[in-house]
């Protein structure tokens, strides 16, 4: 069993739809959780960082964090079609330390 | 944010042949870098943590006399693909660590793209 498991895409939804992106993981140790984008044949780029537990938001983006469930998620408001990209979860141990990352979910936003 | 380069962003070579791939931290020092690799609609796996002035440390199943690193500056970490095969072709992607204080951030390279015919 992989220590990340991310809802397998693809995801296609219409423009302005609120898009819901999860990942489990079985590491307790896991503190610090991250989403990346990341473009066809491109490096990721990080979007959002959180530590621990809880909430927090960027704009259109918001990422929940459940230690509890070990449990995190990315929204996505008011999706874009320029949102269409592939989403990576990724977890660490320490801070900015080697990370685990999920299988990515591929999302389209059509027009 | 901060800016990390990969050189070459795609590369070709014969079955047998050395490659290598630069990765650089560009506005800031980096004690710590991180290679991953990814394969065509597959996560990123990380093949070893790079140290400034150590050894690397590789993961497991990961064979260090192929995959040769070298983190010989702050701004600049290398991996060698060794006798390069077919099977190693794949996306190479490399991080850098910048220290922030409590923010340490990995900021990711553009990737290079390798093919082994």
């Known amino acids: 069993q992989k220590e990340v498991e991310q809802d397998p895409g693809p995801l296609s939804v219409p423009e302005g739809a609120i898009v819901s992106l999860n990942c489990t993981y079985s590491?307790?140790?896991?503190?610090?959780f991250m989403w990346y984008r990341q473009y066809s044949r491109k490096g990721p780029e990080l979007l959002m960082y959180?530590?621990?537990?809880g909430n927090k938001e960027d704009g259109r983006f918001t990422a929940q964090v459940d230690k509890s469930s070990k449990y995190i998620s990315l929204f996505i408001r008011d999706s874009q079609p320029s949102d269409s990209a592939t989403y990576l979860c990724a977890m660490s141990v320490t801070n900015a330390g080697k990370s685990t990352f999920g299988d990515g979910t591929t999302l389209t936003v059509k027009p | 944010g901060a800016v990390v380069s990969q050189h070459p962003s795609w590369v070709i070579c014969k079955s047998g042949t050395s490659v290598k791939i630069e990765c650089r931290s560009l506005d800031f020092q980096a004690t710590t870098m991180f290679w991953y690799r990814q394969f065509p609609k597959q996560s990123l796996m990380l093949m070893a943590t790079?140290?400034?002035?150590?050894?690397?440390?590789?993961e497991q199943g990961v064979e260090k006399d192929k995959f040769l690193i070298n983190h010989a500056s702050l701004t600049l970490s290398t991996l060698t693909v060794t006798s390069a095969h077919p099977e190693d072709s794949s996306f190479y992607i490399c991080?850098?660590?910048?220290?922030?204080?409590?923010?340490?951030?990995?900021?990711f390279g553009p990737g290079t793209r390798l093919t082994v015919l």
């Open positions: 991080s850098a660590v910048a220290l922030q204080g409590a923010e340490d951030t990995q900021y």
């Open positions: 790079s140290n400034e002035g150590s050894k690397a440390t590789y």
């Open positions: 959180t530590y621990s537990s």
């Open positions: 590491n307790s140790a896991f503190q610090y």
